[in-house]
């Protein structure tokens, strides 16, 4: 039950310091960052213990590529994409796998800023997610975050 509640908390905590929700009025400091990376790990850890719940543990690996993406640990966070797109695959959560999709493609084009196709499958889900139920919702997070972590990269 104590671990159970931990993972919550971890999970909570990892959400809260993205950056890429751009909240008004919200900095995430250097140090809130770094909590937030440790606090998806501790989520990801007790979530493989406690859970075989694919939609959880698709969860848990996207908030991980979330806060690997805003450490630009850009190999580690499409690991942890191409993870949540299985899980939530298994979970029959197509919106989540999309959004997997996508944050993928973000991270690609953070790699690469000349991939076209990265940037055209980005193109695709977000139009994808208009379609699916509780798709509008991923897919303004994911323009969010695709303004937010790009911004100040282009040359």
Aim: hydrophobic share 50%; with cysteine.
């Amino acid at each position: 039950m104590l671990r159970e509640a931990v993972r919550v908390l971890a999970y909570r905590l990892g959400s809260f310091t993205w950056p890429g929700w751009d909240e008004p009025g919200i900095v995430v400091t250097r140090a809130e960052s770094a909590a937030g990376l440790d606090a998806a790990r501790l989520s990801l850890r007790l979530t493989l213990e406690l859970d075989s719940e694919a939609l959880k543990l698709g969860r848990a690996y996207l908030l991980l590529g979330l806060q690997l993406l805003n450490a630009e640990a850009l190999h580690g966070a499409l690991g942890c994409f191409q993870r949540a797109e299985l899980y939530a695959e298994r979970a029959l959560h197509p919106a989540d796998k999309l959004a997997a999709v996508g944050y993928a493609a973000l991270a690609q084009m953070m790699l690469d800023e000349g991939d076209s196709a990265a940037v055209e499958r980005l193109r695709n889900v977000l139009q994808e997610l208009g379609e699916v139920e509780d798709g509008e919702f991923l897919a303004a997070q994911l323009g969010t975050a695709v303004r937010v972590l790009l911004r100040g990269r282009a040359r």
